[in-house]
């Protein structure tokens, strides 16, 4: 889980996460109410999830880089290599900005702060208090800080069914993360690690309701995500640069941030963009927490670590949390 963790602060900032609501009159199913028109969340949901998958490789590829590779620097070379790489490709990135009303090129710096705001937030977190309770904080608090704030703004109500599942999935993660601490022997919660894995979440919480804003608006997903990640690959250059780059330059290395850019950040972002098009920004931000189940069920499979039973049984309540908001309900396919 650790090795997951540290790769996926700045290949996955991770992010996460899911972004907004439009303003379209239909409730969306399994979310908050309204998505954006013509919105399919039965598209939605699976490419969200698609892209936590995929996000859960990071940690069983980022363990195969060189030893004395910096996971820091691993993470933002993802990020560095995988964000102009979404910026490059994507028809209408570049023009993005030129195209967009004041108030969108405002939403796209704030979007870009706030992808790069994450690794920035939470290695520091990670170093303080340690990898599981910065990630449980990271990462469970993103669907809940998405919520309110899209409240808060006027851009969707939380409705019954996204509440209970995603407190189904936050709490199926807090056990699944933290099974291994129940023995002793933790790191120490620290305030001030506790305090930046917050603002970590909100970070992922921030940039994504401001691409769903965005696409809301009739923008191309994939030009969204190009300059937000971009943009931040720019900002997050100099940690790659900053440092020793001779781990980068050898074969091994050079595939696992490869991999990171091209799968975990590229292709998963490109996902993670078609599913907000279809599917609010909370409950795109809830179906991210797949992404440490899919990292700890690698862990076993591939790298040979062990989980107690309290973690298999919060990955089970994340699995049904998570269900239980994917699929569309009856009412949702009537209204669609």
């Not at 936590?52 to 290599?81: D, E, Q, Y």
């Not at 965005?214 to 937000?228: C, E």
């Amino acid at each position: 889980m650790s090795q997951h963790i540290s790769a996926q602060a700045a290949a996955c900032s991770d992010a996460p996460t899911g972004p907004s609501t439009p303003s379209g009159p239909r409730p969306a199913p399994g979310g908050t109410s309204p998505t954006r028109p013509g919105a399919r969340p039965a598209l939605g949901g699976p490419a969200v999830v698609a892209a936590a998958v995929l996000w859960g490789t990071t940690g069983t590829v980022g363990s195969l880089a060189p030893s004395g590779a910096p996971p820091a620097a691993v993470g933002a070379a993802g990020l560095a290599l995988g964000g102009l790489l979404l910026l490059l490709s994507a028809p209408g990135a570049r023009t993005l900005p030129k195209r967009g009303t004041g108030s969108e090129r405002r939403l796209l710096l704030l979007g870009v702060l706030a992808v790069a705001g994450y690794p920035v937030t939470f290695y520091p977190a990670v170093a303080r208090t340690g990898v599981a309770v910065a990630t449980v904080i990271a990462l469970g608090s993103a669907p809940v800080l998405t919520g309110l704030l899209a409240w808060a703004t006027g851009q969707a109500r939380p409705t019954v069914r996204w509440a209970c599942a995603t407190g189904a999935a936050v709490a199926g993660c807090a056990a699944l993360v933290l099974g291994p601490l129940a023995g002793g022997g933790g790191t120490p919660v620290d305030c001030g690690g506790v305090v930046l894995a917050a603002l970590a979440g909100l970070s992922y919480a921030v940039y994504s309701l401001v691409g769903g804003r965005l696409i809301a608006r009739g923008h191309p997903s994939g030009a969204v995500m190009g300059v937000l990640f971009g943009g931040a690959a720019l900002l997050v250059l100099p940690v790659v640069l900053g440092g020793d780059t001779g781990w980068l330059l050898s074969p091994r290395g050079a595939a696992v941030a490869g991999y990171l850019a091209a799968v975990t950040t590229f292709l998963a972002y490109r996902l993670f963009g078609h599913g907000l098009r279809h599917t609010t920004a909370q409950t795109a931000t809830t179906l991210t927490l797949a992404e440490p189940a899919v990292a700890a069920v690698l862990g076993v499979a591939v790298l040979g670590e062990r989980l107690p039973a309290a973690s298999w049984c919060g990955l089970a309540v994340l699995g049904a949390g998570l269900a239980a908001l994917a699929l569309p309900t009856g009412a949702g396919r009537r209204r669609r």
